[in-house]
């Protein structure tokens, strides 16, 4: 009886020991940015949050192992969605694992987006809706850290890549499969790798196709030479390992074939077209090597062409010297993508160099766009990308030193915005006019910056304003005048209200993110977060209010007011507020602003009310530091008046 009770208290233990591995320490990664708070315990969001996160659990586990819901109304109404992995078929493990997640971010979290991933399932929640909307944000789990290195890589990743790309095309084109394919493949005398793909069930096919194709670009950045690896996102996860990870009762067993012809037959169907009238796309990962050859290389639609002679590619041990191997002292800053450090290169020229980070959010992305928009774009106003570096791991963008680092350094730093007088914020802001006005009209590319905000100009030792960091820029052909997209990147404040609420973006998206900075450098003050002072819901309301009220020079920082003429300050603020107008076409374009800058005599038409008066933010890079003012990526998400 002794020895059944002890086999039956061993077993016990082992059981519980199982079920803690399973939903205690199964933790992936989580993204809460806890920088600004932004509820309190007990507040309307909150209160609205604990209800929502209570109903995910059960309702998720009866509707097959996905839902999505909201509670409340207004500015408290809260959007949450939970996922179990696909090849979750027990109800109750689905359910405990979410309860277990929702918990944890519950006590973890108090941020206003926020999401968590575990071994079996993944909850997130928003005051936004976020439903039906693929936006890659790939991240890179510490696990991947701990894996071992394969010791043949190049023939590992053959049979990785062909695993991967075929569970891809099932997940996201295979009805019957729920966005979720699982399978295996052996490498003759060496291993299995098994992998996992999936897709949150929101979206459409060819969204679930993008985003999984992302994912496996950086996958295969990361990873391909080790024995495991996985990438989670928002809206769509990937995995891979050399031992059985999951249920394979429904998993598939591929086979690598040996004839090429067969291979190409295997693989055509994930190499999908994007956009029908434009063909097929090249991968990131074939422009990257394409832009690293001698090669000419087509970066546009008109097809103009960059090669090697007209971008520098600068050697790696180079730029390591340059940088005394990117030390600590010779950092300039931490941004959403990578660090940057200055250098100083043999014949004496200093650099800046943008070290993209592996782990980054989208990097890839950003390095090929920064490359093709702005290598053959020269003007006064626009920072100068002098080459890239591109070997191994690394990926590296190298630009003129700019001494005086970003226009947020100065007007929002009381040290230095006492420095400023207004003769060099007129300047600044006539600067960065003309270089919008470049890039809108006067170059050969139209040019959607998409992504304008005190971060993003950088000052000379002049003080020179210079337009930097083209990540999220657009080109648009001759005659087009506007476009859309379901990808909504930029920063919290600066978002044109048809942009941030509709994806549809032109070059008045611009024109409202110059207006906003205008009125920032005018008042010291910035837009995003002033919510918090409790003078105005945001700084846009804030002047409206004192423009309306006759009392306009209240608005004025008073350390400019010491070295300004009061009518001409009044009249930026007057174009500032023309420009940040909730319809587009009654703002005006770039060649008005700078007529208008230009010009004490001609007169100014009378603004309307601003596009928001009421604004929240929602940081998307976990990643980032808490400083906001280096290179801030965040996905704006303000409501209408």
Not at 11 to 26: K, Q, R, T, Y
Not at 319 to 343: P, W
Not at 572 to 577: K, N, V
Request: charged letters at 25%.
């Amino acid at each position: 009886m002794d020895k059944d009770r002890s086999s039956a208290m061993l077993l016990f233990i082992i059981f519980m020991l199982s079920i803690h591995s399973v939903f205690g320490a199964d933790l992936i990664a989580i993204y809460c940015p806890n920088e600004f708070p932004f509820y309190t315990p007990n507040n309307s969001f909150h209160n609205n949050l604990k209800l929502l996160l209570g109903l995910l659990s059960s309702d998720t586990a009866s509707e097959a192992g996905f839902y999505n819901t909201s509670t409340g109304e207004g500015p408290d109404q809260v959007y949450g969605q939970a996922l179990c992995r696909g090849d979750i078929t027990n109800s109750t493990v689905c359910k405990e694992c979410i309860e277990k997640a929702s918990q944890d971010i519950m006590n973890r979290c108090t941020s206003e987006d926020a999401m968590i991933w575990y071994e079996l399932c993944q909850v997130r929640y928003s005051f936004q809706m976020f439903i039906s909307r693929m936006v890659y944000t790939g991240k890179y789990p510490p696990h991947n850290d701990q894996e071992k290195n394969v010791s043949d890589p190049i023939g590992f990743d053959k049979f990785l890549t062909f695993l991967m790309n075929n569970l891809s095309y099932e997940a996201a084109f295979n009805p019957a499969k729920n966005m979720f394919a699982a399978g295996e493949i052996d490498i003759p005398g060496t291993k299995t790798i098994y992998g996992l793909v999936q897709c949150t069930r929101d979206i459409s096919e060819t969204d679930c196709s993008s985003c999984l194709s992302s994912a496996l670009m950086d996958l295969t950045a990361c990873c391909s030479y080790r024995e495991g690896g996985m990438i989670v996102s928002r809206t769509c996860n990937v995995r891979f390992e050399s031992s059985e990870f999951f249920n394979t009762s429904s998993a598939y067993q591929l086979i690598y074939p040996t004839s090429k012809v067969l291979i190409g037959l295997c693989t055509v169907c994930f190499w999908r077209k994007k956009d029908r009238d434009r063909g097929e796309e090249k991968s990131e990962m074939t422009l990257l090597q394409e832009l690293a050859s001698p090669k000419k290389v087509e970066i546009t639609q008109e097809g103009d062409l960059i090669s090697s002679d007209e971008l520098l590619f600068m050697k790696l041990a180079t730029v390591k010297a340059a940088t005394d191997d990117f030390s600590d002292t010779n950092k300039l800053g931490q941004g959403g993508f990578g660090a940057v450090y200055k250098g100083v290169l043999p014949d004496g020229n200093e650099i800046a160099v943008k070290r993209l980070s592996r782990k980054s959010w989208q990097g890839i992305e950003e390095f090929k766009n920064e490359v093709k928009l702005i290598a053959k774009l020269q003007h006064r106003n626009l920072v100068r990308l002098v080459g890239c570096v591109l070997e191994g791991e690394e990926k590296l963008l190298i630009y003129e030193f700019m001494s005086n680092k970003s226009l947020d350094q100065f007007i929002f730093v009381p040290e230095k915005r006492s420095k400023l007088d207004w003769k060099t914020c007129y300047g600044i802001i006539n600067g960065v006019a003309r270089g919008l006005l470049y890039l809108h009209e006067e170059s050969r590319l139209k040019i959607i910056h998409r992504d304008l905000k005190p971060n993003n100009v950088l000052l000379d030792h002049e003080l020179v304003a210079k337009i930097s960091d083209f990540g999220m820029a657009r080109i648009f052909s001759e005659n087009q005048n506007a476009a859309n997209t379901k990808r909504v990147v930029g920063t919290y404040g600066y978002m044109a209200p048809e942009y941030a609420m509709e994806g549809l973006f032109s070059v008045k998206s611009d024109v409202f993110s110059f207006g906003v900075i205008l009125l920032e450098i005018i008042s010291g003050k910035r837009n995003s977060g002033f919510y918090i002072t409790e003078i105005a819901p945001t700084l846009l309301a804030y002047a409206w209010r004192l423009w309306n009220e006759g009392k306009e020079l209240e608005f004025v920082d008073p350390v400019l007011l010491e070295s300004c003429l009061s009518y001409e300050v009044l009249r930026c603020m007057h174009i500032g507020l023309l420009c940040v107008q909730e319809d587009p076409e009654l703002r005006p374009t770039m060649s008005d602003v700078v007529v208008l800058l230009g010009s004490e005599s001609m007169a100014l038409p009378q603004p309307r009310q601003p596009a928001f008066s009421l604004g929240r933010v929602l940081h998307v890079d976990p990643s980032m530091p808490t400083n906001p003012s280096i290179n801030e990526i965040i996905l704006s998400s303000i409501l209408p008046r």
